[in-house]
């Protein structure tokens, strides 16, 4: 289940232009507090991170009350973590003072009312838990209890209960993440992502029935998608591929069923090129379990097709992506 914390890639570099705008409201009257924001800010935008950081650091001196520099100040640390050097206390300390000032930030925009601050607030939050994420501080105990913080804060707010559903699988709480999961469909029950996610966790614990059910859910919530039907024969074509345990008539089965997801995908999008090369295969999978020889044949005939189908749509596809190159002069 690929949360993180993946969502946090946020384009912060855009809110320092937005926020550097607005300082005024803050009162920085003092010249050095206002040039040592100004110079962090383009030191960030450098990835000069720890030239940054001294610098978010000179600016707070100058006026504690600047909410939002103290998150930059604590991303500025984390950037300069390295994973590979876990027994150095002083990159180790890179993420304490990442996480001091996470907290800060938030804690200093508590009652922010422009929309720009209550952002940064809500990523503070959610770098927050990253920090005490098992790949980095690994303190469950903390993070637990911010990502209920956060879910307090916008009970509405799908998110945050799939990042403490993240929380729970890394404990093993399978039962526990399972429920957050669920929580968040509840909350945005027309939002792809939630089945998404709920499909990937179904399917790292093995558990085929409901990681299709999910899928399909996610299917009829966007039927106009193309992928959300092919996603779910990809998956029935696999099954039948790796489970060697299938009985035939379940094989068939499930092969039917992939062959009908792929119908729905083609009838939104004739020239979808990967639906149409997995119902090649999902006929030829077909014609094994089946004993009519002329069906059979038919089957075969019906792939050949689309394979020669396939083949032209994945040339054109090339082509045309070569012809972009071109005019791009690359």
């Keep these: 289940m690929q949360v993180r914390f993946s969502r946090l890639a946020v384009p912060i570099l855009a809110l320092i232009v937005t926020l550097a705008a607005g300082c005024g409201k803050y ?19 450098r990835s000069d991170w720890a030239g940054a950081a001294e610098r978010y650091e000179d600016s707070i001196r100058f006026n504690p009350e600047l909410g939002f520099a103290y998150f930059f100040l604590g991303h500025s ?7 590979t050097k876990k027994d150095d206390p002083a990159n180790m300390d890179h993420l304490r003072k990442a996480a001091e000032n996470y907290r800060l930030a938030v804690d200093k925009l508590k009652d922010a009312k422009d929309p720009k601050e209550q952002q ?10 990253a920090v005490y994420g098992s790949d980095k501080l690994n303190d469950f105990t903390k993070a637990e209890p911010i990502a209920r913080e956060l879910i307090a804060f916008d009970p509405t707010d799908a998110g945050p209960y799939r990042i403490l559903a993240k929380l729970y699988e890394d404990q093993g709480r399978n039962d526990d993440a399972e429920r957050e999961l669920l929580k968040a469909i509840d909350v945005k029950p027309t939002d792809p992502l939630g089945y998404q996610t709920l499909a990937g966790f179904y399917q790292k614990l093995g558990d085929f029935d409901k990681t299709i059910n999910a899928w399909t859910k996610r ?9 959300a039907w092919h996603t779910i024969g990809a998956y029935y ?8 345990r299938l009985s035939n008539k379940v094989a068939l089965d499930l092969t039917l069923k992939g062959i009908e997801a792929e119908d729905k995908a083609l009838a939104l999008s004739p020239d979808y090129y990967e639906a149409v090369t997995y119902k090649n295969i999902l006929l030829r999978q077909q014609a094994l379990y089946e004993k009519d020889q002329a069906k059979v044949r038919a089957l075969i005939a019906e792939a050949d097709v ?20 071109g005019k791009d002069g690359k």
């Design 237 to 244: 074509q696999a099954k039948v591929f790796s489970d060697k």
């Design 77 to 83: 640390h984390e950037q300069q973590f390295k994973p």
């Design 219 to 227: 299917a009829e919530v966007e039927p106009k998608n193309p992928e």
């Design 120 to 129: 940064v607030r809500r990523y503070a939050f959610e770098y927050l838990i």
């Design 306 to 325: 689309l394979l020669k189908r396939g083949t032209e749509l994945r040339d054109k596809q090339a082509g045309e992506v070569a012809k972009g190159k």
């Design 27 to 45: 009162s920085i009257s003092n010249i050095r507090s206002a040039k040592a924001f100004q110079d962090a800010n383009a030191m960030y935008q």
